[in-house]
């Protein structure tokens, strides 16, 4: 899991600020993903992509934003509109065919 | 909608002796389950995972059985040791995720296991 690379390990956001997350990865993967994982629940999909330049929503990509300019690339938004934003956020990514997703360090967001 | 259903929420169990975590879903379509271990703050790492063409694998202390009809699978730890506390998810594939990779998660299980 080492060509995972979130950045940066914690992030405080002020009220009505966009922050973004980073997430990187060198392991020639086409599909990349981020989760929101609360205090004792599982993970929530928030966005997923396949190749670059094409993204979904998740189930819970309100008050979120994303883009996959590049391959390696798959950073975060999380906008003002996302009113409770305090998470622990992860980024995974996977190879093609049936492989399994595999994650970065996370990033843990608060609220100032 | 599709869900994934993870029992117990937590679990202790003395050095030495077995832990079992069982987890149901609902999406018949889904075909592959992963289990991650995630130790406190840590991302979470994919320990085994099954296939449906398959209804056992294991590896060393580790061993995921798969009943396919009633929609189960768990997660079998023997000769537990102090090293496997953690929070466990189990995760199963969406309809459609050949080509997506999609996952559907479990709640988690604590495990801690007492020296």
């Given at each position: 899991d080492g060509g995972i690379t979130q950045s940066p390990k914690y992030l405080f956001r002020k009220e009505g600020q966009n922050v973004t997350l980073s997430c990187e990865q060198n392991?020639?993967?086409?599909a990349m993903y981020w989760y929101r994982q609360d205090p004792g629940q599982g993970l929530r999909l928030i966005y997923y992509s396949q190749i670059v330049n094409d993204f979904q929503k998740g189930d819970i990509a309100e008050g979120y934003s994303v883009s996959r300019e590049k391959k390696e690339s798959f950073p975060l938004t999380v906008t003002?509109?996302?009113?409770?934003?305090?998470a622990f956020y992860l980024c995974a990514s996977r190879g093609r065919g049936n492989q399994p997703q595999h994650f970065g360090d996370g990033t843990r967001l608060s609220i100032l | 909608g599709e869900n994934v259903e993870q029992h117990p929420s937590t679990l202790s169990v003395q050095e030495g002796d077995s832990a079992v975590i069982k987890c149901t879903y609902s999406?018949?379509?889904?075909n592959y389950f992963p289990w991650y271990k995630q130790e406190l703050g840590k991302r979470p790492q994919l320990i085994i995972d099954i296939r449906s063409n398959v209804g056992e694998k294991k590896d060393q202390r580790i061993a995921v059985t798969l009943n396919k009809t009633a929609k189960h699978f768990s997660l079998h730890i023997t000769?537990?040791?102090?090293?496997?506390s953690a929070v466990y998810f189990c995760a199963a594939s969406m309809r459609?995720?050949?080509?997506?990779g999609k996952l559907i998660f479990g709640q988690g299980t604590t495990l801690q296991v007492k020296p």
């Open positions: 392991l020639n993967h086409d003002s509109a996302q009113k409770n934003p305090t | 999406d018949s379509a889904s000769e537990t040791q102090p090293e496997d459609g995720s050949s080509n997506t």
